[in-house]
């Protein structure tokens, strides 16, 4: 069964750093894109990046290339996402998620994990 | 802003079909036909509902189905249940950004 496991919430302070993790287990984990999506409160889905841990290539959403860093390691397949210094629009739920490439594009997301909440307030 | 735009609210009652559309989908004589569904529910993950305009994931009920034509994909909704109540998002790729974009969200209310 594939599963995306991630780590639990956080509370931050402004110019903090952070680095969330989500575990993927029951597949090929450096065969698949993994990425992270993100839903601040009372809006909708946004695609930050993904990365193929099989060569660690990213791919970002101009929003967020330069304000996060997304990497994985494969030796215990887990991807992460990472700021170097927060502020407070960053709070959001923060979901992984696996895309299904075609033609280099995203056809489907085919597993989520269950989110992690972070909130970042002094 | 999305490039992609939902209707942000969307009702009926149990029994009734309710088609959810977005707009700013590529157009059909693209070749790329990604369009895709999600359904929800707050405080759990997203669950893929249709991908590739009109394809069901396996364990998916055929009360769910995809269209679309021109550049506006729609996603219908029949025989609406309470459980079908739910954000419903789509997603498809759109100009610069290579991973696409999700739409704004449509709130689906069982009456």
């Known amino acids: 069964e594939v599963q995306l496991v991630q780590s639990g919430a956080e509370v931050k302070e402004p110019g903090e750093s952070l680095k969330i993790s989500c575990k993927g287990s029951?597949?090929?984990?450096?065969?698949?894109?993994i990425g992270w999506v993100r839903q601040m409160p009372g809006k909708g889905l946004e695609w930050m990046g993904i990365i193929y841990p099989g060569d660690s290539g990213t791919r970002y959403s101009p929003s967020f290339q330069g304000q996060v860093t997304i990497s994985a390691d494969k030796s215990i397949t887990t991807a992460y996402l990472q700021w170097s210094s927060l502020k407070a629009s960053d709070t959001a739920m923060y979901y992984c998620a696996r895309p299904i490439m075609a033609r280099g594009l995203i056809s489907k997301i085919d597993y989520w994990g269950q989110g992690t909440r972070v909130t970042v307030s002094s | 802003q999305s490039a992609l735009t939902q209707p942000p609210s969307a009702s009926g009652s149990p029994g009734q079909s309710v088609t959810i559309s977005c707009t700013g989908t590529s157009s059909d004589d693209s070749g790329y036909n990604f369009v895709s569904w999600y359904q929800h529910h707050p405080g759990k993950a997203p669950k893929l509902i249709i991908y590739?305009?009109?394809r069901r994931p396996s364990g998916v009920p055929d009360r769910f189905s995809g269209s679309k034509s021109g550049n506006t994909a729609s996603l219908t909704v029949s025989g609406l249940q309470a459980e079908d109540e739910a954000d419903y998002y789509c997603n498809s790729y759109a100009g610069s950004n290579n991973l696409g974009v999700f739409g704004g969200g449509t709130k689906l209310t069982v009456l």
């Open positions: 029951g597949y090929s984990f450096i065969s698949y894109w």
């Open positions: 590739e305009v009109s």
